[in-house]
């Protein structure tokens, strides 16, 4: 667990992602919380107090800064509420409805940690980055299944997309095993998201060069003095973004089809999406969950993170994003069909 909770801090860096890394983190963590009664008991109305207030001034950092003043006023509002509520998954519960429903983005969560981060502080050093490479590798880099089917079809699922550095290598591994196929079928029905460098590496795999990916415009925000959780607005920065360069991509002209559906998240919205802008991809199955913004976590006290946006990705062919709306498939079949139809159009059984 404790090695989980570095994760989330060491590897979020830039979420695409909340059910992203380091949501999906934080429920594992929960989940891995050691085997008291109940662990989130030490969870007192002075911690849900200093959620709130901190919540409110972490709230500066938001990318749609245009929706801050309605965040606000609504958690302001229900204040009284979240803290008349003394169970701490009710509380975070309560303000994670009232947050969608002030901002629309899927992003923007409150989430518990499995244990306080003032324990963990007193445990001393976190783990190193070859621990953490470790506790990737075992859970394979993010890769779900990697196999070639009947017809000279290649089949990848992909759980998430892992932020470390040493990812890269294990997605060109995974890549030379599926290459000569005649297609390949992209499974992301049940990815969250994740972060950049195996996505970014994933994605030189799939043109002779490397693609144009999504551009990202980042909230510039200059530190305040008088509050570390604030900060003031200072206009934005844009980043253009690629895929990787490849040596020998192993996918760079073969059709290539997504599967998609509402377990599809952040990242690998922006595959699907990106391949589907580009020309790249067939996209089949349903829409997406429609979360496009970068997105990093924020502590609001010792037991409680907020997934924080704080860019917004435009794609350049494009103009917009998936943020809200999904991304829309090429071909329409429930997510559970999706894989059948993929076959059926790329020849593989």
Request: with cysteine.
């Amino acid at each position: 667990m404790k090695l989980r909770h570095a994760l989330t801090a060491a590897l979020g860096g830039l979420v695409l992602s909340c059910q992203g890394p380091a949501a999906v983190l934080a429920q594992e963590a929960a989940a891995n919380a050691p085997a008291a009664a109940n662990p989130h008991a030490a969870i007192t109305a002075a911690h849900r107090a200093r959620a709130l207030e901190t919540l409110d001034r972490r709230m500066a950092h938001y990318v749609m800064v245009e929706r801050t003043p309605a965040i606000r006023a609504r958690l302001a509002e229900r204040r009284e509420a979240y803290m008349a509520l003394t169970d701490a998954e009710a509380f975070r519960e309560a303000i994670n409805a009232d947050l969608l429903a002030a901002s629309g983005d899927k992003h923007l969560q409150v989430w518990i940690e499995g244990r306080s981060r003032d324990d963990v502080a007193a445990e001393g050093a976190g783990p190193t980055m070859e621990a953490m490479a470790a506790e990737e590798a075992r859970n394979g880099w993010g890769v779900r299944e990697a196999r070639m089917l009947d017809g000279g079809v290649a089949y990848l699922n992909l759980a998430s997309f892992s932020g470390h550095p040493d990812s890269a290598a294990a997605i060109d591994a995974t890549m030379a095993k599926l290459a000569g196929a005649k297609a390949l079928v992209l499974d992301l029905r049940k990815n969250l998201g994740g972060g950049e460098v195996a996505l970014r590496q994933l994605m030189g795999h799939f043109a002779p060069e490397p693609m144009r990916l999504e551009d990202i415009q980042f909230r510039r925000c200059k530190p305040n003095p008088a509050d570390r959780e604030d900060c003031i607005p200072d206009g934005r920065d844009t980043f253009e973004r690629y895929a990787n360069p490849v040596a020998a991509p192993a996918f760079p002209t073969q059709p290539i089809q997504v599967l998609v559906g509402p377990g599809t998240f952040s990242a690998a919205e922006a595959v699907a999406y990106d391949l589907q802008a580009a020309g790249r991809a067939t996209v089949i199955g349903d829409v997406t969950g429609g979360g496009a913004n970068p997105s990093i976590a924020m502590d609001l006290g010792p037991w409680f993170t907020v997934i924080m946006p704080i860019g917004e990705a435009r794609h350049p062919a494009t103009g917009t994003n998936w943020e809200g709306v999904g991304v829309q498939p090429d071909v329409a079949v429930r997510a559970d069909r999706a894989l059948e139809e993929a076959l059926r159009l790329a020849g593989g059984s």
